[in-house]
């Protein structure tokens, strides 16, 4: 199995206002916007430009990295009074191969995108206090949130409902431990619907194997991170809490593909592809 610690992913009806005096415009101003409001990050070695303040709601996060290395986005929603800087400090005290502690509220991102190309996720995100980290640990084995990769995310109510989530091509629940798809994933499919239906926080990262590579060179490179990578990210969502839903972009070109997750077990500790949730699966 692998031996990787780390890598680390509403509708709402319209209201009407009725009422005589109501103005025409009125109602309409109540409506959902037609589609999600796009956010765009860009990771680099190793720090993220991005906003510091964005406004609620259902959200297209793009993420561009401008790095060979791979980055991902991870939000993480800071619970009600704790400071960034308190935040950062329990970050510190996490140890590795250990249960994440309750106060870290995993909210979803992107996971990483493609070389040269940016990857995107779809999801509703609340109103509160977020971090947005990189816990993507190539090519050292230390995480990037160690090496900078840490900035503090404000999500400002907004004054109208989120825009519902736009049509998939096929839904992935996420359970407790493998990847379930509801139909086999084509070159035609554009959108992956991820619920997480689990009793834990679970991600989809999902890697296009090189051609002539395996699982097992996956297997032996993930120990070492020596040598060139047998697989090419295409995107996914990091850790999203139990009943949340992200829809994730992909663009997949015939070929060998696995879905990993990487995140450590709520009980054990142990990253969830080692029970598991390592999920090779076949496009034509
Ligand atoms: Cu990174």
Not at 33 to 41: I, K, Q, S
Not at 245 to 250: E, G, Q, S, W
Request: glycine share 8%; aromatic share 6%; net charge negative.
């Amino acid at each position: 199995m692998l031996k990787k610690s780390c890598l680390g992913l509403v509708l709402i009806g319209l209201v009407a206002c009725g009422g005589e005096d109501a103005a025409p415009g009125a109602d309409a101003a109540m409506r959902a916007p037609a589609a999600p409001r796009e956010v765009h990050f860009t990771a680099s070695d190793f720090a993220f430009e991005g906003p510091e303040t964005i406004e609620a709601g259902m959200l297209t996060l793009v993420l561009h990295n401008s790095a060979e290395t791979w980055h991902h986005l991870q939000l993480v929603r800071l619970p009600d009074g704790m400071s960034m800087q308190e935040f950062e400090q329990g970050m510190a005290s996490m140890q590795p191969g250990t249960p994440p502690p309750p106060w870290f509220m995993d909210a979803g991102g992107v996971n990483p995108p493609p070389p040269g190309e940016p990857a995107r996720v779809t999801m509703l995100v609340e109103p509160g206090e977020y971090a947005v980290l990189c816990l993507v640990d190539t090519p050292d084995k230390i995480p990037h949130v160690m090496k900078g990769m840490i900035r503090p995310l404000t999500v400002t109510a907004s004054s109208e409902p989120p825009a519902p989530l736009p049509p998939s091509d096929l839904t992935l629940t996420l359970v407790d431990y493998a990847f379930s798809f509801s139909a086999p994933p084509t070159s035609a499919t554009r959108v992956i619907r991820v619920e997480n239906g689990a009793t834990q926080a679970h991600e989809i990262a999902i890697f296009r194997l090189l051609p002539g590579k395996t699982m097992d060179d996956l297997g032996a490179w993930a120990a070492t991170y020596e040598g060139p990578a047998p697989m090419t990210p295409v995107g996914g969502v990091p850790a999203i809490r139990p009943g949340q839903v992200a829809d994730v972009y992909v663009d997949l070109e015939p070929g060998a593909y696995v879905a990993l997750c990487f995140l450590p077990d709520a009980t054990d500790g142990l990253p969830h592809l080692d029970h598991g949730m390592a999920l090779p699966f076949q496009v034509s």
